[in-house]
Nanobody, 124 residues
Framework: QVQLVESGGGLVQAGGSLRLSCTAS????????KGWFRQAPGQEREFVAH????????YYAASVKGRFTISRDNAKNTIYLQMNSLKPDDTAVYYC?????????????????WGQGTRVTVSS
């Protein structure tokens, strides 16, 4: 059974860094695109970052570009989101997801598998 589990969230001061991890079990997803989304209280779930199946192309929401980096380690079946220069507006529950679609995927409907989320709180 496919399962995605996020970890690495927590409380951090503004300007600090966190690295989120998402480990898949049940199967490998080497040939699938991968993404991160986030959802703040009372807000829609929004796109954060995408990496294509072979890891040679990434895409970021404008709000995080230059601060966040998505990557993957196929040997560990794991996706990462390195978050630097964190701001209070980054506070949200962060979700990893996997898509069977080809090309860029930036909406929730494009993704097939989801993790349970990990909470990130950035204090001012």
């Amino acid at each position: 059974q496919v399962q995605l589990v996020e970890s690495g969230g927590g409380l951090v001061q503004a300007g600090g860094s966190l690295r989120l991890s998402c480990t898949a079990s049940g199967r490998t997803f080497n040939s699938y695109g991968k993404g991160w989304f986030r959802q703040a209280p009372g807000q829609e779930r929004e796109f954060v970052a995408h990496i294509n199946w072979n890891g040679d192309s990434t895409y970021y929401a404008a709000s995080v570009k230059g601060r966040f980096t998505i990557s993957r380690d196929n040997a560990k079946n794991t996706i990462y989101l390195q978050m630097n220069s964190l701001k209070p507006d980054d506070t949200a529950v962060y979700y990893c997801a996997i898509t069977s679609r080809t090309g860029l995927a930036t909406t929730t409907a494009m993704y097939d598998y989801w993790g349970q989320g990990t909470r990130v709180t950035v204090s001012s």
